[in-house]
């Protein structure tokens, strides 16, 4: 079946310092690639998405390359704020249903 | 416009206890899902709603979940019997469908379930 793996954390980083989140998946057929983000006592939100093979999504300088090949959805950003600090959940979705990775829950030191 | 929203936000149940959990998507989201989230966990998908109709419930964990959408817009996930091992968050999430299956579900906030 469908499943996503992803970089364990926590990860600490110090402001300005360059990210990158690893998530590699295993699908059947095409899935889309998803980044949801969890900031401290909200909801999931959207961060980014992307819908076929070498696509990009990006979003608040955020960016992640769909790679068949490899089949990872990593998530980059070259300059990371205090305001980044979150849980970080890569997911793919095949027919319907979303099939999420464990979780990535990084801190932003200023 | 209102995103999703849930109902109640927190709920501590007594073992044995039985707890329902309301979820209120989107107006005009045709799809409607649940998904359970253990602490320091991914969420996991349970049950998915097109309109009224459940056409996926291969993730609930026993038959003391029970879920419903009868006007095929409010949704209710029901528990039974609820034991420690429910504890966790559930989460409601809706969209609209779209060719190739390429929609986007937005999530509400979630209710947290401690069952004491």
């Known amino acids: 079946g469908n499943s996503v793996t992803q970089m364990e954390g926590p990860v600490t980083l110090s402001e300005e310092a360059f990210l990158t989140i690893n998530c590699t998946y295993t699908a059947t057929g095409y899935p889309s690639l998803f980044w949801y983000v969890q900031y401290p006592g909200e909801g999931l939100q959207l961060l980014l998405k992307?819908?076929?093979?070498?696509d990009k999504g990006s979003n608040k300088g955020f960016e992640a390359t769909y790679r068949k090949e490899t089949t990872s959805f990593h998530l980059e950003k070259g300059s990371v704020q205090v305001s980044d600090s979150a849980v970080y959940f890569c997911?793919?979705?095949?027919?319907?249903?979303?099939?999420f990775g464990q979780g990535t829950r990084l801190t932003i030191n200023p | 416009g209102a995103g999703v929203s849930q109902s109640p936000r927190y709920k501590v149940a007594k073992r044995g206890q039985d707890v329902a959990l309301r979820c209120d998507p989107i107006?005009?989201?045709?799809?409607l899902f649940w998904y359970q989230q253990a602490l320091g966990q991914g969420p996991e998908f349970l049950t998915y709603?097109?309109?009224?109709?459940?056409?996926?419930k291969s993730g609930l964990p026993s038959d003391r979940f029970f879920a419903e959408r009868p006007e095929g817009s409010v949704s209710t996930l029901k528990i039974q019997r609820t034991q420690q091992e429910d504890s966790a968050v559930y989460l409601c999430a809706s969209s609209l469908p779209r060719r190739g299956g390429r929609e986007t579900q937005y999530f509400g906030p979630g209710t947290r379930l401690l069952v004491l």
């Open positions: 709603f097109q309109n009224e109709a459940q056409l996926d």
């Open positions: 992307a819908t076929k093979a070498d």
């Open positions: 997911a793919l979705k095949g027919a319907q249903k979303l099939v």
């Open positions: 107006s005009g989201h045709v799809s």
